[in-house]
Every structure is written in C-alpha cells, then in structure tokens.
C-alpha cells in the first residue's frame, strides 16, 4: 500500500452518532483534527480519512448514494452504510463546511462514474464466457429443486407405500419361492 497524498484536506470536530440512540452525537476527537480526502488508485475508489494520533477515527470510503447533509451553518454529517455509522464534522467556519460540501460532491460524483466504468468492463468481461454455464446453471436448478423434492415426498408417502407394502412382498416371496423349487427339481 502506497503512501496516498490527500487530494484535500481540512480541519474539524470529528462526531460520531451515538449507536444506541442513533440520535446523539458522540465526539471521537478531543480537538479539531485533519480530516482529508484521499483517491486510492489501486482500487479506483475515494476515502475520506482522518487520524486522531494513530487511531482513524473516520475511514469512509465515498459510494455514489452517499450524502453529505449540513444540518447547520457549520456542522455536516454523512451516514456510511459499511461502517454502519453517521460521521459528523463541526467546523470553524461556514466557509470550511461549504469547501468540504463541495468536494464531498464532487468525489461522490467521481465515485459514481468509477462504478460505472468498473461494471462496464465486468460485463464486457464476463458476458461472453460466463454467461451461458452459470445462467443457465443458477436460474432453473434453484427454483426447480425443491418443489419437485417435496411433491415427491409426499406423494410417495401418502399414495404409493399401503400399495407397495401388501402387493410386492408376497409377490417376489413367491417368486423366490417358486424358483428355489424349480433349481432344487434340477
């Protein structure tokens, strides 16, 4: 992993919302930190990081269904559905929230663009080869299987065992029966 220079920087209050409440915010920085965006190139992806000391406090990589709310003229929060959690940022000045808005929007948008780009080349690489076994493969077996499974039970079950009890057995005892005779008459 390579030393990734931050694409922008700014300082802030880190906030976390508090996971039994959902609703309080929980600081997870004594003081304003730097809170910087990074592009991590070999996987094509933006981060927004922020270290307090050694700990990172925020590592939240941007998806393109990411928002980034200001809920007031200097406090913004985003939820990050892979860490499970809301980060807030309270900043000096109305003027950092706004920049960091900015550039929030516009990784997001970057982001967006990656994915498509990304899932482009996906199917240009696997429609032609995977395609046809693991289509056809997945769709009829899954669905299939199981009620045949249970029909069969059942019905076998139900109609076919008082039959197959009382008939065959007597009949293949008397077969047995018959051609034991018949090799003994030999």
């Given at each position: 992993?390579?030393?990734?220079?931050?694409?922008?920087?700014?300082?802030?209050?880190?906030?976390?919302?508090?996971?039994?409440?959902?609703?309080?915010?929980?600081?997870?920085?004594?003081?304003?930190?730097?809170?910087?965006?990074?592009?991590?190139?070999?996987r094509?992806?933006?981060?927004?990081?922020?270290?307090d000391?050694?700990?990172?406090i925020?590592?939240?990589?941007?998806?393109?269904n990411?928002?980034?709310?200001k809920?007031?003229?200097?406090?913004?929060?985003?939820?990050?559905?892979?860490?499970?959690?809301?980060?807030?940022?309270?900043?000096?000045?109305?003027?950092?929230?706004?920049?960091?808005a900015?550039?929030?929007?516009?990784?997001?948008e970057?982001?967006r663009?990656?994915?498509?780009?990304?899932?482009?080349?996906?199917?240009?690489?696997?429609?032609?080869?995977?395609?046809?076994?693991g289509?056809e493969?997945?769709?009829?077996?899954?669905p299939v299987?199981?009620?045949m499974?249970?029909?069969?039970?059942t019905?076998?079950?139900c109609?076919?065992?008082p039959?197959?009890?009382?008939?065959?057995?007597p009949?293949q005892n008397?077969?047995?029966?018959a051609?034991?005779?018949?090799?003994n008459a030999?």
């Amino acid at each position: 992993m390579g030393v990734e220079q931050p694409i922008y920087s700014t300082r802030a209050h880190v906030f976390q919302i508090d996971p039994s409440t959902k609703k309080n915010w929980l600081p997870t920085s004594k003081h304003a930190v730097t809170v910087s965006y990074f592009y991590d190139s070999t996987r094509n992806v933006y981060r927004i990081i922020s270290l307090d000391g050694t700990k990172a406090i925020i590592n939240s990589t941007i998806s393109p269904n990411m928002t980034f709310t200001k809920t007031s003229q200097k406090f913004g929060q985003w939820a990050d559905s892979r860490a499970n959690t809301v980060y807030g940022l309270g900043f000096s000045t109305e003027h950092h929230l706004s920049k960091f808005a900015e550039k929030f929007a516009e990784y997001k948008e970057a982001a967006r663009l990656a994915k498509e780009k990304s899932q482009e080349k996906m199917e240009m690489a696997t429609s032609p080869s995977q395609e046809s076994p693991g289509g056809e493969l997945s769709s009829p077996l899954t669905p299939v299987t199981p009620p045949m499974e249970t029909i069969n039970g059942t019905d076998e079950i139900c109609d076919t065992t008082p039959n197959s009890d009382t008939r065959p057995e007597p009949a293949q005892n008397a077969l047995a029966f018959a051609h034991s005779k018949r090799t003994n008459a030999h």
